[in-house]
């Protein structure tokens, strides 16, 4: 989860959670909306509204933005991408509002990635931190699936959608994509082919974390990184 740091400033404006009340706290996914309160906000209680997810409809779409684009269309991506993060890393993980909703999130080096079912539903979502000071290497994160679409192979196939974006906005035929692994999820990662850099642990948010790496080419092949 850790990017390179930036400059911290304040947090966009959504609906961020600290802590959820809902019907079913073992189902999180089963809520259509969570009465929310974003930590040191003024403003009190906010609704985390998103769809219910009942099912896995096939086929599933991928959209990508960069973090500072605008427009209707942008602005339901955007929004969809954060409830669904913040369903899984600060409803079910208890990562601080603050921490999982930051500054590099409205950058134009950023491109946030939505995964939906047929029917519209968010499933999945992650992002693509680009560096123009390292133009051949980038930075994945925030990879969030919701339980109803765990199991299915969908965390897999976003983390290939955005090895995808990474070569589409870096414009380059071959990068390394670094990222930062729970230990929980480790496994998963190195069956896509990622392997652990330098074997360090370090807590990020209360949770035990790995660097791990993989090179991508827009020719399909793949290798560790070096």
């Keep these: 989860r850790r990017p390179p740091p930036r400059p911290r400033r304040?947090?966009?404006?959504?609906?961020?959670?600290?802590?959820i009340m809902a019907d079913s706290p073992?189902?999180?996914?089963?809520?259509?909306?969570?009465?929310?309160?974003?930590?040191?906000?003024?403003?009190?209680?906010?609704?985390?509204?998103?769809?219910?997810?009942?099912?896995?409809?096939?086929?599933?779409?991928?959209?990508?933005?960069?973090?500072?684009?605008?427009?209707?269309?942008?602005?339901?991506?955007?929004?969809?991408?954060?409830?669904?993060?913040?369903?899984?890393?600060?409803?079910?993980?208890?990562?601080?509002?603050?921490?999982?909703?930051?500054?590099?999130?409205?950058?134009?080096?950023?491109?946030?990635?939505?995964?939906?079912?047929?029917?519209?539903?968010?499933?999945?979502?992650?992002?693509?931190?680009?560096?123009?000071?390292?133009?051949?290497?980038?930075?994945l994160g925030r990879l969030a699936v919701r339980r109803i679409a765990r199991g299915t192979g969908l965390g897999a196939h976003v983390?290939?959608?955005?090895?995808e974006a990474a070569l589409r906005y870096s414009g380059d035929p071959s990068v390394e994509v670094v990222l930062s692994a729970q230990e929980q999820a480790m496994g998963f990662y190195e069956r896509c082919g990622y392997r652990v850099l330098n074997g360090r642990r370090y807590l990020d948010a209360g949770i035990w974390h790995q660097d791990m790496a993989r090179t991508v080419s827009a020719t399909g092949s793949a290798g560790s990184a070096t």
């Design 10 to 19: 304040p947090p966009p404006a959504v609906s961020g959670i600290v802590g």
């Design 26 to 139: 073992d189902d999180l996914s089963s809520r259509s909306t969570a009465w929310v309160s974003a930590e040191g906000a003024a403003s009190g209680l906010h609704a985390l509204e998103i769809r219910p997810a009942t099912a896995v409809r096939e086929p599933i779409g991928f959209a990508t933005a960069r973090g500072d684009e605008t427009g209707p269309e942008t602005d339901r991506l955007r929004t969809a991408v954060v409830d669904v993060r913040l369903e899984v890393f600060v409803g079910e993980q208890a990562v601080p509002f603050m921490l999982e909703i930051d500054a590099r999130d409205e950058e134009p080096t950023t491109i946030h990635l939505l995964a939906s079912g047929a029917d519209g539903t968010p499933l999945g979502a992650g992002r693509i931190l680009l560096e123009p000071e390292h133009p051949v290497r980038v930075h």
């Design 159 to 163: 983390v290939a959608a955005l090895e």
